[in-house]
């Protein structure tokens, strides 16, 4: 989330910065010089970007030296050298940063010098959180020596400083160190301890602190209470009502995502600190008349009632490289429900363990200081009624804490102070999707970048900790309140005042005829004959199983209504805790067009986008008896049945892509059917038996006997460059395919960004072109005469669909497909007009239910609307193909698309 839209190119920031910064700077200079023959001393040594600062110096060389000669030196520079970043020229040309607000003098009888250096803002303001300036302050954090030299006698003295964005920044590599330290100064007999939730994408640890009363209260809630409340909820709230549950805690969880937004992180280390080595702390907060008052917070018995957990950083190589996004290019923030990324499927294992009464995820910038709850519209499947009772109250003391400590004068509880633009319609952020474990899920966003934003969020922890320290009983029902409406499949008219639309009105929830917006439950089968991709089927078994959802297997058939459903499938019960989770992910989705504006993607439907039958079943117990538990999800294995030298290899799923990259990459022979027919169809792959024991136990293969009766052609691995979003490029490495180092030497270019080089394209280099940004590029380039499309992005959030469409079949690019397909659009885009002998693969169909779900607001002008069509070198598609890796089932169009341009 960003205060301000300044985009300025990453790498050319960073080059920019270091090209002009001192090489001190980069190199981080000693923090005392040898050979000193001096005394240097100062009041602070402590310098912080967002600051001025005016600091006493004191200097002795042991003789009266001329001053007029006395040369000063900061990090070995000149004083008058270093100079204040001009955002025109964005070099650091501007004021001068270091100069003397008290010129030296004697201290009179002494040889002792006094001065008074002034460190200016370096960056003109004490806010540096526009991207244009996040991306330079990493470059001079550092260890410098303030110097003195008298160049007569070479005399010299020193003092070492510590340049700093804010004082309490800490660099990756200091995280670990400061949590150390502050373990072994923690208060005896208090619980610390240290774990990792993972490993990043780079490798990494998710550092991660436990912190409790003592290891028996952390034992009691692991093994008597987390897993009991999701089993029994009713039960373990009579044992807290009777007081038959002694001494439980509950836990809170703190965490950040983006670490760029660098307070967060620094802020739970400081949190920590404070819990772990204090047994008081007292801050100000305001009552409900808004008088400050001062309270305090007596750690020792907010530890009888709360356990503490801190995820220092949910993305590692985020605060190495001073990102938003991982090191793959993702924003973990819009990941936490799709889970591509392992970042975020380490947090659902952690969160799927602890099951957080309270998740505060620490952010910025906005321009106000801002607290979830959340504006409408929110997510139906949400018990949005119980999670409300405590949160905008939690949300409130933390704001007053937040405010009474800082400069800041006002916060903002979104749910209650905008009418709409702040929606938790996504389950996608970290705090949202914190909801459907039960926790009072909060957002945090603060204004600035600076020590004064991180006061407001240690505060605001402060604020939290102590709301959830006092009022442990009623938030601990309400967990277990939601618990029990999943496990007993209640449908509480209670919540329905929640859901509301633009103007206001009660809504409820959408049950579509039925009497239980839940179904009774879902059943993902494994059997070929109603399975379209079984591999998905049973990596969604594992996805929900590391996710905390109980899933079961039947062992026998069952028959409900008119449908059977073959022993062996994936059942999930929809009668448990977390089924509002189950349902977010499975349901259909909702139709949101009619909201003016929506902050993120809204589309889940993994059954859609990653391509696997799942089926909903309405009848009460069907599944009552024959349900064997799952505990860990086998992958099944490729069965090559009958004997033949060759196989067809089914083009049916992205397992087939990746095997036929593996070959090729081997340089063993691949054919690719060009025709279908005799059971084949185009676009299915040849191989031998041979090739095909060197894949079969990698890939979950569909495979049959070839007859050698189709007409086939030769493969080749063709090279691709793509020019587009980190996603892209993700998704193309998943699929195994190689990399050329420039689009000159590519066999193929692929675009989502409109950035690709137009005269190599109109000197025939195939190009496939993504989303809206692409169509642009093909318009304003008139790549191909005759071509228009229309486009809604530049919202925050771009239209999005899912969609009906009409397939074309038999062509290479559609290998796979049936002639009726859902495919999603990410950049409310679509093709207005078609070159002349272009080759439409793909159309909104022209039904009245074509719009499945998504927002986007006016969408019947895009029935009927052609969405994909190639011409020559060049495929387009206005279906997001590869957005944010979630809309797996439409790869193979990309990896079709690939290998027909490779031939």
């Not at 000063?72 to 025109?88: A, M, S, Y």
């Not at 004490?126 to 260890?143: C, F, K, M, Q, W």
């Not at 003592?214 to 807290?240: F, G, R, T």
């Not at 990746?658 to 063993?668: E, F, I």
Request: glycine content about 6%; charged content about 25%; overall charge positive.
């Amino acid at each position: 989330m960003y205060k301000k839209s300044v985009t300025i190119l990453l790498a050319l920031m960073l080059s920019i910065s270091f090209a002009l910064v001192p090489a001190q700077a980069v190199s981080n200079t000693a923090a005392v010089k040898t050979g000193d023959s001096g005394v240097l001393t100062a009041s602070q040594s402590l310098i912080s970007m967002t600051e001025e600062r005016e600091i006493d110096v004191t200097a002795d060389l042991g003789y009266s030296a001329d001053l007029t000669k006395l040369e000063w030196t900061f990090g070995g520079k000149p004083l008058d050298q270093w100079k204040q970043w001009d955002p025109k020229t964005k070099t650091y040309s501007g004021a001068p940063y270091i100069t003397f607000s008290k010129k030296p003098a004697y201290i009179e009888g002494t040889t002792k010098i006094k001065a008074k250096l002034k460190f200016s803002l370096l960056y003109g303001t004490d806010d540096v959180s526009p991207r244009s300036l996040r991306t330079l302050y990493p470059a001079l954090i550092g260890n410098y020596s303030l110097a003195v030299k008298d160049p007569d006698k070479g005399q010299t003295a020193s003092t070492p400083f510590k340049l700093n964005v804010y004082d309490e920044y800490l660099k990756w590599e200091e995280i670990k160190p400061a949590i150390d330290k502050i373990s072994k100064e923690a208060i005896n007999g208090r619980y610390v301890s240290y774990q990792t939730l993972g490993n990043s994408s780079e490798g990494r640890p998710m550092h991660f602190m436990v912190l409790a009363k003592d290891k028996a209260s952390v034992d009691q809630y692991l093994n008597q209470i987390a897993q009991q409340k999701l089993e029994n909820p009713a039960d373990i709230k009579k044992k807290s009502a009777n007081g038959k549950l002694k001494n439980y805690k509950v836990p809170v969880w703190i965490n950040n995502i983006h670490p760029d937004e660098s307070p967060g992180v620094d802020a739970i280390v400081e949190l920590y600190r404070i819990f772990a080595t204090e047994k008081n702390k007292s801050f100000k907060t305001s009552d409900n008349q808004n008088r400050e008052k001062e309270v305090n917070l007596n750690i020792d018995k907010a530890l009888d009632n709360v356990i503490f957990l801190f995820n220092f950083t949910q993305n590692p190589d985020g605060r190495v490289y001073n990102t938003r996004q991982n090191a793959n290019g993702f924003d973990l923030n819009r990941d936490n429900t799709y889970q591509t990324q392992i970042e975020t499927q380490n947090l659902a294992k952690g969160l799927s363990k602890w099951l957080p009464v309270s998740l505060l995820d620490f952010h910025g910038f906005y321009d106000e200081f801002v607290i979830e709850p959340c504006t409408p519209p929110h997510n139906q499947n949400y018990e949005y009624d119980l999670l409300m009772d405590g949160m905008v109250e939690q949300a409130e003391q933390m704001g007053k804490a937040g405010v009474a400590n800082t400069k800041y004068d006002s916060y903002l509880i979104p749910l209650k102070d905008w009418p709409n633009k702040f929606d938790d319609a996504t389950p996608s952020y970290t705090s949202t999707y914190s909801m459907f474990h039960g926790a009072m899920g909060h957002t945090v966003e603060i204004p600035d970048l600076n020590a004064e934003s991180y006061k407001a969020l240690v505060n605001a922890g402060l604020g939290a900790a102590k709301y959830v320290a006092e009022h442990k009983q009623e938030l601990f029902n309400n967990q277990l309140d939601v618990y029990e409406r999943g496990v007993l499949g209640e449908d509480d008219r209670a919540v329905d005042k929640w859901f509301v639309n633009p103007a206001g009105d009660e809504i409820g929830r959408d049950r579509k005829g039925n009497s239980n917006f839940f179904p009774d439950y879902y059943v993902i089968p494994v059997d070929k004959k109603l399975q379209k991709n079984v591999l998905e089927a049973h990596k969604m078994a594992d996805y929900l199983i590391r996710n905390g959802i109980k899933v079961s297997k039947s062992t026998k058939t069952v028959r409900a209504g008119k449908q059977t459903y073959p022993k062996g499938s994936y059942v999930v019960d929809m009668k448990q805790a977390k089924r509002g989770f189950v349902n977010a992910v499975l349901y259909d989705g909702e139709d949101l067009s009619e909201w003016e504006e929506m902050y993120a993607e809204v589309i889940n439907n993994f059954h859609d986008l990653r391509g696997f039958t799942r089926m909903e079943v309405r009848a009460e117990n069907a599944f009552a008896k024959g349900l064997q538990p799952v505990k860990k999800v086998t992958a099944p294995k490729t069965e090559a049945k009958g004997h033949s030298d060759y196989y067809v290899l089914k083009n049916s799923s992205n397992e087939a892509v990746k095997a036929v990259n593996k070959l090729l990459q081997m340089k063993q022979p691949v054919h690719q059917l060009t025709a279908g027919g005799n059971g084949y169809a185009a676009g299915d792959y040849v191989i031998s038996r041979r090739n095909l024991e060197f894949v079969k136990n990698s890939y979950y293969l569909d495979v049959a006997p070839y007859s050698k009766k189709g007409k086939t052609i030769k493969m080749k691995q063709p090279k691709v460059f793509s020019t587009g979003s980190s996603a892209s490029k993700f998704v193309l490495k998943e699929l195994g395919f190689a990399f050329a180092a420039s689009e000159s030497e590519a066999d193929v270019v692929i675009d989502d960004a409109g950035t690709a080089n137009k005269t190599l394209i109109q000197t025939g280099k195939p190009y496939i072109g993504i989303g809206s940004s692409s169509l642009n590029f093909a318009e304003k380039e008139n790549l191909l005469p005759g071509f228009d499309y229309s486009t809604t992005t530049g919202s925050r959030a771009s239209h999005e669909g899912l969609l009906w469409t009409d397939v074309t079949a038999g062509q290479m690019i559609t290998s796979g497909y049936g002639k009726k397909e859902k495919l999603y659009i990410a950049t409310g885009s679509y093709m207005k007009a078609v070159p002349k002998d272009a080759v439409i693969l793909a159309k909104v169909a022209n039904q009245k239910d074509f719009f499945v779900s998504g927002w986007w607001p006016k969408h019947e002008a895009i029935k009927g609307q052609t969405i994909a069509f190639t011409k020559g070198n060049i495929t387009l598609f206005a279906n997001d193909l590869t957005n944010k890796a979630h809309p797996q089932y439409s790869y193979r169009l990309l990896a079709n698309s690939i290998f027909a341009a490779g031939k």
